[in-house]
């Protein structure tokens, strides 16, 4: 790798000659953020003063650059500006996105989506700062950027292709911590964001099914939290260890961590918060065939009838109506009760945003699981293809596609059903 002091020499005044592997790398660059940002080739020209045809010329690398020109580019389109500069000395077959490359490719004619481009920049702008000796406030920054972008790209594409990423970057930041001078201030805010890069390399291991690797990261996290005296990421992690013992079949443990969790936050949470970690223990107590499971769902109800919608930067903040009754319908099918899950999914689904790409698919693969246990068959598959076709294009979640081969089991028992037949013909090996 260019380490970034070689970069800025590198860069600083000389051109990065036309049909070079540079111009190349920055001109495919340059293409993938246009599109993101949802912009023309003129208008693009227009902000950095060059003609429609020559951005189309320096988008193909047929176009020299100069140090000026980068910057240009990077601030016009929004991205960082070493990630430009990597671009323009980059080595022949080197690409300058590194291991996020392939979640950011277009497919087909659908355009980049601009949150995942964005995402996938602000986890790529910590890629060099482990090489400072003395750290700054926008370092720092940049690693609480790069948990949101991990956050933001899990919800699009799952934590299978992120886990290594999100490792790769938390041992940067642990470098960073313990190799480099800082002031006490800022040693404290770096530690909780540490700590929260720890618990989503834990919620991606988790999403992975790498459930070992899952309880590591969360016991980091659970450590770094009490180094930090951050109760809010105390109680993020135990929420994510109830749902990650849960899959792991360790129920009562899940009850158990669930229940840490809302005495931890018992004082300060809002209402909104507290829902959802009665929902944590509905689902382990409904998975244990445990009718205390509709009072935790009550008690989940209650408060979040009372509570305010959460800020934007919440780690809940995908919690809405959608997102209860999507609770409310899978406690119901856990429980075993399909029929009532039934007649709750339809509406869950028809609310939820399907931004949310993995679970939005996950949640169509359990409602038509629900669906062929009713023997509605016909609406099993057509719901269940909803989920499966979200899954083919490009969702890396092995917990989504188990949820699959849950469906696919169950669809084969009415194999001799037409429509069973042909389900299983178009998703069965993808269960596999």
């Given amino acids: 790798m260019v380490s970034t002091n070689a970069l800025a020499q590198q860069v600083s005044s000389a051109v990065v000659p036309a049909r070079s592997e540079g111009a190349r790398a920055v001109g495919r660059l340059i293409r993938l953020a246009r599109a993101a940002n949802d912009m023309s080739q003129r208008k693009l020209g227009e902000l950095t003063g060059y003609s429609q045809p020559s951005v189309c010329r320096i988008e193909r690398g047929e176009h020299a650059l100069t140090a000026r020109d980068l910057a240009l580019f990077a601030e016009h389109l929004d991205i960082p500006l070493r990630l430009v500069q990597r671009a323009a000395v980059s080595p022949g077959g080197e690409d300058p996105l590194g291991s996020v490359a392939p979640l950011l490719e277009e497919s087909g004619d659908d355009p980049v989506n601009r949150r995942q481009f964005l995402a996938a920049t602000t986890v790529l702008a910590l890629q060099d700062s482990s090489e400072t000796s003395a750290l700054g406030w926008r370092d720092v920054r940049q690693v609480e950027l790069a948990v949101q972008g991990l956050t933001a790209l899990d919800d699009a594409q799952g934590g299978d292709d992120l886990f290594e990423i999100a490792a790769g970057q938390l041992q940067r930041v642990q470098s960073l911590l313990n190799e480099t001078s800082y ?226 089991s169950a669809m084969r028992g009415f194999r001799s059903e037409p429509v069973a037949a042909e389900f299983l013909a178009r998703y069965g090996n993808m269960a596999a």
């Fill in 183 to 408: 002031t006490d201030e800022m040693g404290s805010r770096l530690l909780r964001a540490a700590g929260r890069l720890a618990e989503h390399t834990g919620w991606l291991a988790f999403d992975a099914y790498r459930h070992q690797a899952a309880r590591a990261y969360f016991n980091e996290a659970l450590y770094l939290a009490e180094l930090a005296g951050d109760s809010q990421l105390a109680v993020l992690t135990f929420a994510s260890m109830s749902m990650q013992a849960r899959h792991a079949g360790r129920l009562r443990e899940s009850v158990a961590a669930a229940r840490a969790a809302r005495e931890r936050a018992a004082r300060w949470a809002p209402p909104r918060l507290l829902s959802e970690l009665w929902i944590r223990e509905a689902y382990a107590l409904a998975e244990m065939r445990d009718p205390q499971f509709r009072k935790a769902l009550h008690e989940a109800y209650r408060a979040f009838e009372c509570s305010d919608p959460p800020a934007a930067d919440d780690w809940y903040a995908f919690y809405d109506d959608a997102h209860f009754l999507v609770s409310e319908a899978s406690c119901n099918a856990r429980f075993g009760d399909h029929r009532r899950a039934v007649a709750v999914w339809s509406q869950a689904l028809r609310q939820h945003d399907a931004s949310y790409v993995r679970n939005h698919a996950l949640y169509n693969l359990a409602y038509a699981d629900s669906l062929v246990r009713v023997k509605e068959l016909e609406e099993a598959c057509h719901v269940g293809s909803i989920g499966a076709e979200i899954l083919k294009r490009g969702v890396t979640s092995t917990r989504t596609r188990v949820r699959l081969q849950q469906l696919v």
